[in-house]
C-alpha cells in the first residue's frame, strides 16, 4: 500500500514547510523558484506638520557578511552565567540562524520559525512576531527548545559579528542579558562561490546497483529531472530515469520513499581528477510518497 505526502505546494506555503522539513538542509534558502521576498520596506515618520522627517538608519556595512554563513549555536548563557540548557536539545543539530534579504530563519528546533530584521548601529532588530509552522511534536525538550528560542530571539539584542578569519562568530545579548554566541559555517553559495542553479530531481523508492567506480557493486540513487513553474505545478515531461553516481548534499535517503527535490547545482572549480564537476545541495523536499 502507498501513501502519498502531498508536499508540493505553492510558494508561500513551500517557505514555511521548508524550515520544519526533516530533509531540509539549514544551508539553502527555500525561495529559489520565485524572486526572492524584498527586505522590509523603510518608512519615514513626522511627529507633526512641522517637524522634518528622520531619516532611517542606514545598516551596518558588515550586513552581507550575515547571508555569508550558517550561525550554529555554540555558548548561551542567561545574565545569571548560568547554561541556557533548553536551548541544547538537540546537540547533533545546534539551534541554527539564517539570514536572507532582510528574513531570518531559525532552525534544527521542532518547528521552524522566520521573521523579518534590520541591523543599526551595532543593534539586531527581530521586525514583528516570528511566525512559526505548526508541527506537533512528541520529544518535550525540542518544544522547550522552540519556546526557548522564541523567547530570547525577539525584540532587539545588541550584535557583535566578526566574519573574518577562520572562525566567524555572531554574539547576541537581549535586553534581559541573556547572551548567544553562534559560530559561521560557509553556505553553499559562499563555498562554491555562485548562487548556483534551481533544479527539480525527483528520486525513486529504492536505490539500484551502479558500477562506479566499475566493480564496486555501489548502490546509487535512481533519478530523473523534473520541471515545475513558479506556482508549483508540473510543467513538460520528466526526464529519463539514470543512477546518480554522487551525492546529494543535505539528502538522506530512505528506502521505500520517493521524494521530489529541489536542489541547487553548483560547478565546481578545480574538481580533482574523476570527481563530480557538478555539485547538487538540497533546497527542499517538494513531494514524497511513501510505499508499504
Given at each position: 500500500?502507498?501513501?502519498?505526502?502531498?508536499?508540493?505546494?505553492?510558494?508561500a506555503s513551500a517557505l514555511a514547510l521548508a524550515a520544519c522539513s526533516p530533509s531540509a538542509p539549514p544551508d539553502q534558502n527555500?525561495?529559489?523558484?520565485?524572486?526572492?521576498?524584498?527586505?522590509?520596506?523603510?518608512?519615514?515618520?513626522?511627529?507633526?506638520?512641522?517637524?522634518?522627517?528622520?531619516?532611517?538608519?542606514?545598516?551596518?556595512?558588515?550586513?552581507?557578511?550575515?547571508?555569508?554563513?550558517?550561525?550554529?549555536?555554540?555558548?548561551?548563557?542567561?545574565?545569571?552565567?548560568?547554561?541556557?540548557?533548553?536551548?541544547?536539545?538537540?546537540?547533533?543539530?545546534?539551534?541554527?540562524?539564517?539570514?536572507?534579504?532582510?528574513?531570518?530563519?531559525?532552525?534544527?528546533?521542532?518547528?521552524?520559525?522566520?521573521?523579518?530584521?534590520?541591523?543599526?548601529?551595532?543593534?539586531?532588530?527581530?521586525?514583528?512576531?516570528?511566525?512559526?509552522?505548526?508541527?506537533?511534536?512528541?520529544?518535550?525538550?525540542?518544544?522547550?527548545?522552540?519556546?526557548?528560542?522564541?523567547?530570547?530571539?525577539?525584540?532587539?539584542?545588541?550584535?557583535?559579528?566578526?566574519?573574518?578569519?577562520?572562525?566567524?562568530?555572531?554574539?547576541?545579548?537581549?535586553?534581559?542579558?541573556?547572551?548567544?554566541?553562534?559560530?559561521?559555517?560557509?553556505?553553499?553559495?559562499?563555498?562554491?562561490?555562485?548562487?548556483?542553479?534551481?533544479?527539480?530531481?525527483?528520486?525513486?523508492?529504492?536505490?539500484?546497483?551502479?558500477?562506479?567506480?566499475?566493480?564496486?557493486?555501489?548502490?546509487?540513487?535512481?533519478?530523473?529531472?523534473?520541471?515545475?513553474?513558479?506556482?508549483?505545478?508540473?510543467?513538460?515531461?520528466?526526464?529519463?530515469?539514470?543512477?546518480?553516481?554522487?551525492?546529494?548534499?543535505?539528502?538522506?535517503?530512505?528506502?521505500?520513499?520517493?521524494?521530489?527535490?529541489?536542489?541547487?547545482?553548483?560547478?565546481?572549480?578545480?574538481?580533482?581528477?574523476?570527481?563530480?564537476?557538478?555539485?547538487?545541495?538540497?533546497?527542499?523536499?517538494?513531494?514524497?510518497?511513501?510505499?508499504?
Open positions: 500500500m502507498k501513501r502519498l505526502v502531498p508536499l508540493l505546494l505553492p510558494l527555500p525561495a529559489t523558484t520565485a524572486s526572492a521576498p524584498p527586505a522590509p520596506a523603510t518608512t519615514r515618520s513626522t511627529a507633526n506638520a512641522g517637524t522634518a522627517a528622520r531619516p532611517t538608519p542606514r545598516r551596518a556595512a558588515s550586513v552581507p557578511a550575515l547571508s555569508k554563513y550558517h550561525w550554529q549555536l555554540s555558548s548561551a548563557t542567561a545574565s545569571d552565567g548560568k547554561r541556557i540548557d533548553a536551548l541544547f536539545a538537540n546537540p547533533d543539530k545546534p539551534l541554527q540562524l539564517d539570514f536572507r534579504h532582510g528574513r531570518v530563519g531559525i532552525s534544527n528546533t521542532c518547528n521552524g520559525m522566520h521573521g523579518g530584521y534590520a541591523v543599526a548601529n551595532g543593534k539586531l532588530k527581530i521586525v514583528g512576531p516570528m511566525t512559526q509552522t505548526m508541527m506537533a511534536c512528541t520529544d518535550d525538550k525540542l518544544m522547550a527548545m522552540d519556546k526557548a528560542a522564541g523567547q530570547i530571539l525577539q525584540g532587539t539584542m545588541s550584535m557583535t559579528l566578526k566574519a573574518g578569519g577562520d572562525k566567524p562568530t555572531l554574539t547576541l545579548v537581549d535586553a534581559s542579558g541573556d547572551k548567544l554566541v553562534f559560530a559561521g559555517k560557509p553556505t553553499a553559495q559562499t563555498r562554491y562561490g555562485s548562487k548556483g542553479k534551481t533544479v527539480f530531481m525527483e528520486v525513486a523508492a529504492q536505490a539500484e546497483p551502479c558500477d562506479n567506480p566499475p566493480g564496486s557493486a555501489k548502490q546509487c540513487l535512481k533519478v530523473r529531472e523534473r520541471h515545475f513553474d513558479d506556482k508549483g505545478l508540473t510543467v513538460g515531461k520528466p526526464g529519463q530515469w539514470h543512477p546518480l553516481t554522487q551525492t546529494i548534499e543535505g539528502y538522506t535517503h530512505k528506502d521505500g520513499v520517493r521524494n521530489v527535490l529541489r536542489l541547487k547545482q553548483f560547478e565546481v572549480n578545480n574538481a580533482p581528477a574523476g570527481a563530480a564537476s557538478t555539485a547538487y545541495v538540497l533546497d527542499m523536499v517538494v513531494e514524497s510518497e511513501v510505499s508499504r
